[in-house]
């Protein structure tokens, strides 16, 4: 029992910390254009209790405070968001199907990432990774893109809505996540549905790369 509890302390320390890093690296390359993907808000990591700069962008929260009605602290912080979800791609791999006593106390995402080295390097990727507005990202989870444009309202002027297990988001974005699904394909083998892939191919015709997203690949 000692040894296990050991094993799983460093496992979760070398997640945590990587995973810190691999954040830290995605800030750096993003300073020279400081705006959250999904609603182009200008943000401030710095600033802990306020990162987002709601004036710039017309961004109001969804859900200002929590069901306990504490401040809802993810409408003010930016989170690094997997554009090609962790868990949609982990569920494609065998690490996936070890049992809860294989895994050891670890969840399905820690097992992947402690025991199989595909699922680590996507996982840190920072090409699949931008910063997201925490509510943004929360709401998203690890739901696959829609094909519509999104009904604005839900998070003031943000071009962005989650609806019946869908993200659907801004037309100006679309280039720039069927890119990455496509990096991700190719890179590390996730596999794409047929309907997905002709959804994605559309976005890259309609989205070319522009000037940033060329200088951060």
């Given at each position: 029992?000692?040894?296990f509890s050991?094993?799983?302390?460093?496992?979760?320390?070398?997640?945590?910390?990587?995973f810190?890093?691999?954040?830290?690296?995605?800030?750096?390359?993003?300073?020279e254009?400081?705006?959250?993907?999904?609603?182009?808000c200008?943000y401030?990591?710095?600033?802990?209790?306020?990162?987002?700069?709601?004036?710039?962008?017309?961004?109001?929260p969804?859900?200002?405070?929590?069901?306990?009605?504490?401040?809802?602290?993810?409408?003010?912080?930016?989170e690094?968001?997997?554009?090609v979800?962790?868990?949609?791609?982990?569920?494609?791999?065998?690490?996936?199907?070890?049992?809860?006593?294989?895994?050891?106390?670890l969840?399905k995402?820690?097992?992947?990432?402690?025991?199989d080295?595909?699922f680590?390097?996507?996982?840190?990727?920072?090409?699949?990774?931008?910063?997201a507005?925490g509510?943004?990202?929360?709401h998203?989870?690890?739901?696959?893109?829609?094909?519509?444009?999104p009904?604005v309202?839900d998070?003031?002027?943000?071009?962005?809505?989650?609806?019946?297990?869908?993200?659907?988001?801004?037309?100006?974005?679309?280039?720039?996540?069927?890119?990455?699904?496509?990096?991700?394909?190719?890179t590390?083998?996730?596999?794409?549905?047929?309907?997905?892939?002709?959804?994605?191919?559309?976005?890259?015709?309609?989205?070319?790369?522009?000037?940033?997203e060329?200088?951060?690949?």
């Amino acid at each position: 029992m000692y040894h296990f509890s050991i094993f799983l302390i460093l496992s979760l320390y070398a997640y945590s910390n990587n995973f810190d890093k691999a954040k830290n690296k995605m800030y750096q390359v993003w300073s020279e254009n400081p705006y959250t993907f999904y609603c182009k808000c200008k943000y401030d990591r710095y600033k802990k209790g306020n990162m987002i700069d709601r004036e710039s962008c017309g961004y109001k929260p969804k859900n200002a405070k929590t069901k306990s009605g504490k401040k809802n602290a993810r409408a003010y912080r930016t989170e690094a968001e997997h554009i090609v979800p962790a868990e949609n791609f982990y569920r494609q791999l065998a690490c996936s199907k070890a049992t809860k006593s294989d895994r050891k106390g670890l969840s399905k995402r820690d097992y992947c990432y402690e025991t199989d080295k595909t699922f680590r390097a996507f996982h840190d990727d920072i090409r699949n990774l931008v910063p997201a507005i925490g509510e943004l990202n929360g709401h998203r989870s690890n739901y696959r893109y829609g094909a519509l444009d999104p009904i604005v309202g839900d998070y003031g002027q943000c071009k962005f809505q989650v609806l019946d297990r869908k993200a659907y988001v801004d037309p100006n974005i679309r280039g720039d996540i069927a890119r990455t699904y496509f990096y991700v394909r190719d890179t590390y083998g996730y596999k794409m549905s047929k309907q997905e892939t002709k959804m994605m191919e559309v976005w890259n015709r309609l989205d070319p790369i522009d000037e940033w997203e060329r200088k951060r690949n």
